[in-house]
């Protein structure tokens, strides 16, 4: 069984589910409810109910209590929603077709509620229903209905997780996404680096490498289900495709003192790296259905970590042709750079949001490691967390949460965080060991 469903093919007729016969006759977005704003600075968390979905049928309770764990997890963790603990629910749901008791959860403080249900349906597939309620206007905001194999019942939860964002906040959701890591196990001199691949939340691991050679820098296309990533194995260091869809793996070229990991264009077409030549590096961008390359920098100084502007047109790379590493960006055909960074310190593997609004770094500088972010013209800069050892920023698909790695030194080993683009709500993100070089995948389409 291929590993990924297409979004198309997990929801089979994803329809929107009609109006509740008991409540008013009226389109779900009648009236838009008031949204919440994405927070640039401080904010307060909003309530949202989210009760156990109703088991349509028998033996299905288990998994209407896992969706509606995974939807509280997705939401809580976004920093934009404070779920309620259910033991302050007055009202039981019963029936998801009836309307809710609106006072009930208006009583203990809920803003908004999640009322669902998960059916087993006669050829064995699974069929959940959700609806998203406006609980001060008594609006239904949002209403689908999913059907999928048994065992995708996460995917449903992660795609109610996004569907709820959105109506929500009008910003789309980022749950229904995967994550390529390095998988890191053993001690320091004999640590083993797997390529491992999860969704977002950390479940689902799954290995795609033995382990046997040394695995660097992965990266997904931001149009496919695909990963380039290094392999140092026998000799010079390679590049690989890797289909996560397949399983299939492609050799790209050797490339002999590459220093960094390539990127793909936004088309998935091309992809851009540094190829090492005596003392300095330059930028050059390789189309993989003709191999051909183009050189796009020629300095003396060491350019590298490239990453394409979403439209295409421009890149962002680190260069320390002015001294020390900074940020320049110039256009994705090459020519001029302008230089975007001036703070204290130095700056390093700059990575371009998939809104196109920001760019997030690294920055190295009085013994600290900072992640941060700044706008595509160099303004704005903010530090998003500050400590030992913060490196590989990686944006979420809707460029509002940061995904980096942390190695506190000594005897331990690295771990994934996320945290959101105003420096609110760093946590950790769950993995079976040590992990590094996080990249998100774009929304599973």
Known sequence: MSFHLSRRQIISGMAALGTVTAAPVRSAFAQAPKRIPIPEGEFTPQPIAIPNFVAGTPGDAEVGVGVAQVITNNLKRSGLF??????????????????????????????????????????????AEFRLWDVNTQQQMSGQQYQTSPEYWRRIAHIISDQIYERATSEKGYFDSRVVFVDETGSKERRVKRLALMDQDGANVRYLTKGSDLVLTPRFSPSTQE???????????????????????????????????????????????????????????????????????????????PSYSPDGSRICFESDRGGKPQIYVMAATGGGAQRISFGEGSYSTPVWSPRGDYIAFTKQGGGAFAIGIMKTDGSGERILTSGFHNEGPTFA???????????????????LYTVDISGRNELRVPTPGFASDPAWSPLLS
């Open 82 to 127: 404070a779920p309620i603990d259910p033991a302050a629910f007055i009202e039981r749901i019963t029936n998801p077709d009836s309307p809710p008791q609106f006072q009930s959860w208006k009583q203990i403080g809920a803003l908004y509620l999640v009322t669902g249900r998960m059916t087993r349906q006669g050829d064995g597939r699974l069929k």
């Open 227 to 305: 990963i380039t990533y290094m392999e140092f194995g026998q000799g010079d260091p390679r590049v690989y495709l890797f289909n996560v869809e397949t399983g299939q793996r492609e050799i790209v070229g050797n490339f002999p003192g590459m220093s960094f990991s390539p990127r793909f264009s936004p088309d998935g077409q091309r992809i851009i790296m540094s190829l090492q030549q005596g003392g300095n590096s330059n930028l050059f961008v390789m189309d993989l259905r003709s191999k051909s390359t183009t050189r796009l920098t020629d300095t003396p100084a060491i350019d590298t970590s």
């Open 397 to 415: 698909p809707n460029g509002r949460v940061v995904m980096f790695f942390r190695d506190p030194g000594g005897s331990g080993g690295p771990s």
